[in-house]
């Protein structure tokens, strides 16, 4: 009984395969959908900002008052973190001028900083014990500055790097199964294994989002920004549907190995 209450207040999902999936669907759907927004109706990174900000807010303050975990509602908020984390990536390294490198610095000490004051405040950063108000805003606000460092991390490797879209996304792939690797043959800390993939799943969709709606001569498939978020929409609606969705479970004691 008392462990089915602890997985009832948990309003985050377990971390699965298909959460994976989705969540990279999510990844590279956030920056064609930010791209929609800010590039192809011009409405610039600063207004495309405030509009998925303004979103993410309210999709925020609705998942901390609800009382149990919604798959729609969590993805719906996911999405929206990692739309507002493309247009802040782009309006940071392009429209303040601070470059891919610089962003990507500055970015990653945002999330080091998010984790370092979460662990400190409520003593894990373990998606585990994301079971109340003060632990969800330190989950949402870590993860916002997650994705948008991947999008800066991504644009790095692809642009600075000079690895193209494909290139990165196949080094971001490849950072992925070291981590699983690591997860399934040795001891690493399953925290800090969970906050590294979750990282990585940005700059690989970022990467693949750009390889479908770049233009041909920028290494691009050139596909419409809306029709490729809409076939992503419509792909991480039936997974979530078909997949199973359950939420994640709150162990009584969780340790940051």
């Known amino acids: 009984m008392e462990s089915t209450k602890r997985e009832l207040a948990s ?5 699965t395969l298909g959460f994976w999936l989705i969540k990279i669907l999510a990844t590279t ?5 930010g791209d929609t927004v800010s590039m192809t109706m011009n409405l610039g990174y600063l207004v495309g900002t405030a509009i998925f900000l ?10 901390v008052a609800a009382t149990r975990f919604h798959p729609f509602l969590y993805w719906a908020t996911i999405i929206a973190s990692t739309t507002a984390g493309t247009t802040m990536a782009d309006f940071a390294t392009r429209s303040l001028g601070i470059g891919y490198t610089g962003g990507s610095a500055l970015l990653l000490a945002c999330v080091v900083a998010s984790l370092i004051v979460w662990h400190r405040t409520l003593g894990s950063i373990s998606v585990d014990t994301v ?3 003060k632990a969800e805003l330190f989950y949402w606000i870590t993860i916002t500055f997650s994705q948008t460092l991947g999008t800066a991390l991504g644009d790095w490797t692809a642009d600075t790097g000079n690895l193209g879209y494909i290139g990165a996304a196949i080094i971001f792939a490849g950072l992925l199964a070291v981590l ?5 043959t040795t001891s690493a800390s399953r925290v800090l294994l969970f906050w ?3 990282i990585m799943t940005r700059p ?4 693949v989002g750009d390889f479908l709606d770049k233009p041909l001569d920028h290494g691009g498939l050139s596909f419409s920004r809306p029709l490729a978020s809409a076939v992503l929409t419509a792909a991480i609606l039936l997974l979530i549907i078909v997949l199973p969705q359950r939420a994640g479970q709150h162990p009584k004691h969780v340790v940051l190995d």
């Open 196 to 198: 590294a993939a979750f």
């Open 204 to 207: 690989l969709g970022a990467a």
């Open 180 to 184: 699983a690797l690591l997860y399934y």
């Open 11 to 15: 309003k985050v999902p377990a971390v």
């Open 54 to 63: 303004t979103v993410l807010v309210a999709l925020v303050w609705w998942q």
């Open 131 to 133: 079971r109340e108000p």
């Open 29 to 33: 759907l956030g920056e064609t959908g």
